[in-house]
Every structure is written in structure tokens, then in C-alpha cells.
């Protein structure tokens, strides 16, 4: 592949810029409000023989997206803008200090000071809000992670199958026995009330949504990285400061002529 140049990157770090913006604010906003994305539902219904079928008591609701697949789609979709502005920052930043980046004691590597600061202002931007609104599921519910072959396979979690029957009561009259007949009194009448099997039920709940720990975790991880980008930053600053004499010649030569 043909090495890309400093001005091509230049030219496509604004388009790009903005598609990492509009990424990050499209899955704040499903993580926020379109939490319905990621929860299922699944109810069965089937009537006895010799009572009124109930469509109204089945339905399906499938899990749209997990959160995982969410988070793997920012990161594949992410890497041209990421790739891009590191690239120019180390291009800019050949002869900048540098800082070794060191997370959960494991060295990532040297980076310019130019870089840091770009990961800083990427971290410390929307990000943490992001993961703070990643949808959670229940812990008050049992999950498990689903045995349907469609579901398994993207990692959808299931509440245990609730099995259940709908009743209804049936009321009747009629006549109580009389041990005294008499054809001239009127016969008493009484109702009777029978509890009976409609139909038959099943309910299950889906979601593929985090736990409150795998949110923890991944909110640990973020704090750290950011900590790490500083620890570094202040590493690659550390050093005497260079001395420009650019500052003397500006105003000599605006406000004076002197070159």
C-alpha cells in the first residue's frame, strides 16, 4: 500500500473528526434512551380444547443488539480516526519529548508528547459519560446465557422458561333439593362458581445488555488508561524548556521593521 502523506491525513482528520463525534453521540443516545434495543421477550400461549384461542397473550419481541456488539462496531469503526490523528501527531512530534504509557504495570509504549495529549482530550471527552449510560440488566433475575442457537452465538442472556395455566371461573346455577316438596313453593335457585384450565402459558425474558460489574470493570479500565495518559504526559513534559527566539522578532518586525 502507497504510504499516506502528512497533508492527505491533514485534509481528512476534519471529516473524520466528525464521524468519531457523531459515533460516540449515536451510541450515548441508544445506551440512554433506546434501551428497549437491548431486551427480548418471548410469551406462548395455547388454548384448551373447547375455549377461545387468545392471540393477545403471545408475543415475541427480539433482542435488536448487545451491548458488546455495540462496543466492538466503535472499535472497528473508530481505528481510521484514531490511526489518523496519532499518525499526524508522531509526524508532527519527531523531535517532541516523549512518555512511556504503562497500564496495570504493563508498558504499551513510548509515545510523543503530542500523542498523549491527543488521547488525553479523547478520553476526557465523552467517553466516560458514554460508559456511564451502558444499559444493565437486572440483578434482582436469574440469567443465564441463552441455549438457542441465534441468541448463543451473540451472547444473549435468558431468564429462566416460566411455565404457567391461565384459569378462568365458570358460574352456574341450580336448584337446591327441597327434602319437604311442595308444589306450590317456588324452587330455590343457587349459583355455583368452578375454577377451570383455559389455556397454558409460557414467559421468558432476553437481554443483551452488561452486568453492574462488567460496566465496573470496564469504567475501572477507562479511569486507568486516563491516569496511565497523564503519568506520561507529565514524564514527557518533564523537561527543560527549550529557549525560542522567535517571541524577541515578532513585534520588532510588525511594530518596528527590525528583521
Given at each position: 500500500m502507497k504510504p499516506i502523506k502528512l497533508?492527505?491525513?491533514?485534509?481528512?482528520?476534519?471529516?473524520?473528526?466528525?464521524?468519531?463525534?457523531?459515533?460516540?453521540?449515536?451510541?450515548?443516545?441508544?445506551?440512554?434512551?433506546?434501551?428497549?434495543?437491548?431486551?427480548?421477550?418471548?410469551?406462548?400461549?395455547?388454548?384448551?380444547?373447547?375455549?377461545?384461542d387468545e392471540p393477545s397473550k403471545r408475543n415475541f419481541v427480539n433482542v435488536v443488539s448487545t451491548v458488546s456488539e455495540q462496543l466492538d462496531w466503535m472499535n472497528t469503526n473508530s481505528k481510521n480516526y484514531l490511526n489518523t490523528v496519532f499518525n499526524i501527531e508522531k509526524t508532527n512530534a519527531s523531535a517532541t519529548p516523549k512518555g512511556t504509557l504503562v497500564v496495570d504495570n504493563v508498558t504499551l509504549g513510548e509515545y510523543s508528547s503530542l500523542e498523549l495529549l491527543r488521547l488525553k482530550s479523547i478520553l476526557e471527552g465523552k467517553l466516560r459519560d458514554l460508559y456511564k449510560e451502558i444499559p444493565i440488566r437486572s440483578e434482582q433475575t436469574l440469567w443465564n446465557l441463552s441455549e438457542e442457537d441465534g441468541f448463543r452465538a451473540k451472547n444473549i442472556f435468558a431468564t429462566p422458561l416460566e411455565v404457567g395455566e391461565t384459569k378462568t371461573t365458570i358460574k352456574e346455577q341450580y336448584i337446591l333439593t327441597d327434602p319437604h316438596p311442595d308444589k306450590n313453593r317456588q324452587p330455590m335457585v343457587a349459583d355455583k362458581s368452578t375454577q377451570v384450565v383455559v389455556g397454558t402459558y409460557t414467559s421468558q425474558q432476553f437481554s443483551g445488555e452488561f452486568t453492574v460489574?462488567?460496566?465496573?470493570?470496564?469504567?475501572?479500565?477507562?479511569e486507568k488508561l486516563l491516569q496511565a495518559t497523564i503519568t506520561a504526559l507529565e514524564e514527557a513534559n518533564n523537561i527543560e524548556l527549550a529557549k525560542s527566539d522567535l517571541g524577541e522578532k515578532v513585534f520588532d518586525y510588525i511594530h518596528l521593521g527590525k528583521l
Open positions: 497533508g492527505v491525513a491533514l485534509a481528512l482528520r476534519e471529516r473524520l473528526e466528525k464521524e468519531f463525534k457523531n459515533m460516540v453521540d449515536d451510541l450515548f443516545s441508544k445506551f440512554k434512551s433506546k434501551q428497549g434495543l437491548f431486551k427480548g421477550e418471548r410469551k406462548t400461549y395455547t388454548a384448551k380444547e373447547g375455549f377461545l460489574y462488567q460496566r465496573a470493570e470496564l469504567l475501572v479500565r477507562y
